[in-house]
């Protein structure tokens, strides 16, 4: 069914091409800064520069998985940009092309990643100016930004940067565009409620247990007819000739 929303920005594939580039290529110069600062010790500074190099991978991610999807769909421009401005995903974005090619670092990649979707890496802004610590542990003291971030704290995040740069650049420069199917982009799509209302449905395991029994193995295809089947009231559970039983 055509969406009735409208896409909050009109996107073509020559924008998002352009918008992916200039993300990697923002990533690399960040990691060459970085590397300059480390080398001058200026650590704090460093480390938030691997900090916004991981978040523009994570962009340019972002943006080469929307050039595989239906851009004209106003739902999925609109979830695009949604998850755009949705730091968890995009940090995660980040990292996916490093742990799809070596997923025996995930153990290690992973807290690094979580620290900053929790909000645990250092503030920005006391990585760029100094600050009275009321709490010092002999009174108020002074922290200077080099205070909050150690050279080899710096040097692990420099380190964990340049792999995801390499394994991200490689990935959306090289890799052949994945084109979504049509069920793919519905899903992507879905809010996330109501998603996980759908795969915390016993029925829904029950129905697609019975797709997977009639050769159609699809999780994305099998959410799209659930939801469908529901909304319409006509959804039955395959059997393994292919034909339906009602689910109720």
Not at 100 to 123: C, E, F, N, T, W
Request: glycine share 4%; with cysteine; net charge neutral.
């Amino acid at each position: 069914m055509p969406s009735k929303n409208k896409p909050s920005i009109p996107l073509s594939s020559k924008l998002l091409r352009r918008y992916r580039d200039a993300a990697i290529d923002n990533a690399r110069e960040l990691l060459y800064e970085a590397t300059l600062l480390l080398s001058h010790n200026h650590y704090a500074r460093a480390y938030h520069s691997c900090i916004a190099a991981i978040e523009e991978v994570g962009t340019a991610v972002q943006v080469f998985d929307a050039l595989g999807r239906n851009i004209h769909d106003a739902d999925v421009v609109n979830r695009f940009v949604l998850n755009l401005d949705d730091y968890g995903r995009k940090v995660t974005a980040a990292v996916f092309p490093w742990l799809l090619v070596v997923p025996d670092k995930r153990s290690h990649a992973m807290p690094y990643i979580s620290a900053m979707i929790k909000g645990q890496s250092v503030p920005r802004d006391q990585a760029m100016r100094t600050r009275i610590d009321p709490n010092g542990p002999t009174g108020p003291q002074i922290n200077t930004p080099n205070f909050r971030v150690t050279y080899t704290a710096a040097e692990e995040w420099l380190a964990l940067a340049k792999e995801i740069y390499a394994h991200g650049e490689t990935y959306v420069l090289c890799t052949p565009t994945k084109i979504r199917t049509k069920a793919e982009d519905e899903v992507f799509a879905m809010k996330s409620a109501a998603l996980i209302a759908v795969t915390n449905n016993p029925e829904f395991w029950e129905y697609y247990i019975s797709c997977m029994k009639t050769g159609n193995a699809t999780f994305e295809a099998a959410v799209s007819e659930y939801v469908r089947g529901q909304a319409a009231g006509t959804l039955a559970v395959k059997d393994e000739y292919g034909s339906g039983r009602d689910s109720a």
